[in-house]
């Protein structure tokens, strides 16, 4: 949970497929306060995707400088060969402008966060079933077969860590979902204000 002495970095886990990312986007709506911290990665840019703004792209060379530097708050190598993590400069930009931090992260990040970030508030975002979570991964379309099957299998290390982070919602209904976890969120940034 956030202590009192910095603004909280919110930090929402999960499952590939379970509306993380739609909560957040929600989430940002609703909460001005929040801005999203944009994650740096070594995977191929999509073509509808912005440097710096849905990504920082960076070649496995500058993300070897960078993690040498220990320019990372967190990081991860998937199975299938891409790295993807917060850069410390994300959060400290975001706070300078007066914003709380919002990050998206796979779960050993988001545990990592949370041990090491004082204030740091972890949301783990779960599917109503597997089968649920399988199906919306394969109705998104936007893995190969071979790379959902490879993130169906790391959803399951996944689900045993969801008891670990500071509060678990289950996405079965779009907008409760959401409006539970505005709520935390909303009572975490309260719990800032001197």
Same mark, same amino acid.
């Given at each position: 949970?956030?202590?009192?002495?910095?603004?909280?970095?919110i930090?929402?886990?999960?499952?590939?497929g379970?509306g993380?990312?739609?909560?957040?986007?929600?989430?940002?709506?609703?909460?001005?306060?929040?801005?999203?911290?944009?994650?740096?990665?070594?995977? #191929?840019?999509?073509?509808?995707?912005?440097?710096?703004?849905?990504?920082?792209?960076?070649?496995?060379?500058?993300?070897?400088?960078?993690?040498?530097?220990?320019?990372f708050?967190e990081?991860?190598?998937?199975?299938?060969?891409?790295?993807?993590?917060?850069?410390?400069? #994300?959060?400290?930009?975001?706070?300078?402008?007066g914003?709380?931090?919002?990050?998206?992260?796979e779960?050993?990040?988001?545990?990592?966060?949370?041990?090491?970030?004082p204030?740091?508030?972890?949301?783990?975002?779960?599917?109503p079933?597997?089968?649920?979570?399988?199906?919306?991964l394969? #109705?998104?379309?936007?893995?190969s077969?071979?790379?959902?099957?490879?993130?169906?299998?790391?959803?399951?290390?996944?689900?045993?860590q969801?008891g670990?982070?500071?509060?678990?919602?289950?996405?079965?209904?779009?907008?409760?979902?959401?409006?539970?976890v505005?709520?935390?969120?909303?009572?975490?940034i309260?719990?800032?204000?001197?």
């Amino acid at each position: 949970m956030a202590s009192s002495s910095a603004k909280p970095v919110i930090v929402v886990t999960g499952t590939s497929g379970a509306g993380k990312g739609t909560i957040e986007r929600i989430l940002l709506e609703r909460v001005p306060e929040l801005e999203l911290a944009v994650s740096a990665t070594t995977r #191929e840019r999509r073509p509808s995707e912005v440097h710096g703004r849905h990504y920082w792209f960076l070649s496995d060379e500058e993300f070897d400088r960078r993690l040498a530097e220990k320019g990372f708050l967190e990081y991860v190598t998937f199975p299938w060969g891409q790295r993807s993590g917060t850069l410390r400069s #994300e959060i400290d930009r975001i706070r300078a402008a007066g914003r709380v931090p919002l990050l998206d992260l796979e779960t050993d990040g988001a545990a990592y966060v949370e041990k090491t970030v004082p204030g740091a508030v972890t949301i783990f975002v779960n599917a109503p079933s597997f089968e649920e979570l399988e199906r919306r991964l394969r #109705e998104r379309a936007t893995e190969s077969a071979g790379e959902i099957e490879e993130r169906l299998a790391l959803a399951r290390e996944q689900l045993e860590q969801a008891g670990e982070f500071d509060y678990v919602i289950v996405n079965d209904n779009l907008e409760r979902a959401a409006g539970e976890v505005e709520a935390i969120v909303r009572s975490e940034i309260s719990a800032q204000v001197p």
